[in-house]
């Protein structure tokens, strides 16, 4: 049964504990399928996607030793490591889009929603160095990498070490709707 939108939000979750299962590429597909419809300004469509699963990779292991070593010690464990990247300017005329990033993002939680739909954690990574993020994807100038993802199968929390641990099955934490709406 495809679980409703209601189980997809709480079911998602940002995971450290991986499996090394690995992830089919029919899956990758889904899950771009879903980035592939978010809304973006002037349906510029700024995102686009470097998909890190080869373990024995130079541009991988360039990529995770961007990470804050904390972010990178449970991050390569992932199967899969993505880096969203935004193109700062338009295609077709001049200037700055100012909405890349927001956009980059929007399409990140469709992609991390079919996610957790298909059974899998995406954890997004926003502490790494962009420069040498960049640098080990090559990017051109006008591109900058939003977020790196960990993409897994979960694994047993009890993998993890303290306090990582108890971070993995603690409660997830919201602020009300009341503390970040007003009506009128
Ligand atoms: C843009 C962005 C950057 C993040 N950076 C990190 C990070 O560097 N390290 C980390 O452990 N989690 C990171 N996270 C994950 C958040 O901590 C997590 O989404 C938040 O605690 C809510 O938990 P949930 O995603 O399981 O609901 C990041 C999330 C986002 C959206």
Same mark, same amino acid.
């Given at each position: 049964?495809?679980?409703?939108?209601?189980? =997809?939000?709480?079911?998602?979750?940002? =995971?450290?504990?991986?499996?090394?299962?690995?992830?089919?590429? *029919?899956?990758?597909?889904?899950?771009?399928?879903?980035? %592939?419809?978010?809304?973006?300004?002037?349906?510029?469509?700024?995102?686009?996607?470097?998909? =890190?699963?080869?373990?024995?990779?130079? $541009?991988?292991?360039?990529? =995770?030793?961007?990470?804050?070593? +904390?972010?990178?010690?449970?991050?390569?464990?992932? *199967?899969?490591?993505?880096?969203?990247?935004?193109?700062?300017?338009?295609?077709?005329?001049?200037?700055?889009?100012? +909405?890349?990033?927001?956009? $980059?993002?929007?399409?990140?939680? +469709?992609?991390?929603? %079919?996610?957790?739909?298909?059974?899998?954690?995406? +954890?997004?990574?926003?502490?790494?160095?962009?420069?040498?993020?960049?640098?080990?994807?090559? #990017?051109?100038?006008?591109?900058?990498?939003?977020? #790196?993802?960990? $993409?897994?199968?979960?694994?047993?929390?009890?993998?993890?070490?303290?306090?990582?641990?108890?971070?993995?099955?603690?409660?997830?934490?919201? %602020?009300?709707?009341?503390?970040?709406?007003?009506?009128?």
């Amino acid at each position: 049964m495809i679980p409703s939108l209601d189980q =997809l939000l709480l079911q998602r979750r940002s =995971l450290r504990s991986f499996s090394d299962h690995p992830i089919g590429r *029919p899956a990758l597909l889904r899950m771009f399928e879903a980035a %592939r419809w978010a809304a973006s300004a002037f349906n510029e469509q700024p995102w686009s996607y470097v998909v =890190l699963d080869d373990p024995q990779s130079e $541009v991988r292991s360039r990529v =995770l030793d961007s990470m804050e070593p +904390h972010n990178r010690s449970w991050a390569e464990k992932a *199967p899969v490591i993505l880096a969203s990247v935004a193109q700062l300017g338009f295609r077709g005329r001049d200037g700055a889009n100012r +909405h890349a990033h927001h956009d $980059v993002g929007q399409a990140n939680a +469709h992609l991390a929603l %079919r996610a957790a739909e298909l059974g899998l954690t995406v +954890h997004m990574i926003g502490g790494f160095k962009p420069q040498a993020a960049a640098e080990a994807l090559n #990017l051109a100038s006008g591109f900058e990498v939003v977020a #790196l993802m960990a $993409v897994a199968y979960p694994g047993p929390a009890e993998a993890l070490p303290e306090p990582l641990r108890l971070r993995e099955t603690a409660p997830r934490v919201r %602020r009300e709707i009341g503390e970040f709406v007003r009506f009128g």
